[in-house]
Nanobody, 126 residues
Framework: QVQLVESGGGLVQAGGSLRLSCAAS????????MGWFRQAPGKERDFVSTVSWRYRNTYYADSVKGRFTISGDNTRNTVYLQMSGLKPEDTAVYYCAAVSRPGVTQLDNKDEYDYWGQGTQVTVSS
């Protein structure tokens, strides 16, 4: 089986920074892309950012563009999310996810992802 494990969440003041990490364990696999989603209480799980490994294309939700940066290492199925200029609206559980099949284009769609982590809480105080 494949497991993804996130870390790096916590409490931070508005305007602060956090760096989230996600690493895979279990059976070896090759991901086509990895990304981050977030879910606030009572809300749907929304796209945050993703990287497709072939050309290292990165994509960001409009709400985080210019503030968050995604990076990683496809050889180890590892991905990071550097978050700066955090806002209270960023408060959510952040989930790491991976796409195993090649050629997926709708990488902002959570239904395209095959593996998920357990989530890490990010809380931004005003």
């Amino acid at each position: 089986q494949v497991q993804l494990v996130e870390s790096g969440g916590g409490l931070v003041q508005a305007g602060g920074s956090l760096r989230l990490s996600c690493a895979a364990s279990g059976r070896p696999f090759s991901s086509y892309a990895m990304g981050w989603f977030r879910q606030a209480p009572g809300k749907e799980r929304d796209f945050v950012s993703t990287v497709s490994w072939r050309y290292r294309n990165t994509y960001y939700a409009d709400s985080v563009k210019g503030r968050f940066t995604i990076s990683g290492d496809n050889t180890r199925n590892t991905v990071y999310l550097q978050m700066s200029g955090l806002k209270p609206e960023d408060t959510a559980v952040y989930y790491c996810a991976a796409v195993s099949r090649p050629g997926v284009t709708q990488l902002d769609n959570k239904d395209e992802y095959d593996y998920w982590g357990q989530g890490t809480q990010v809380t931004v105080s005003s």
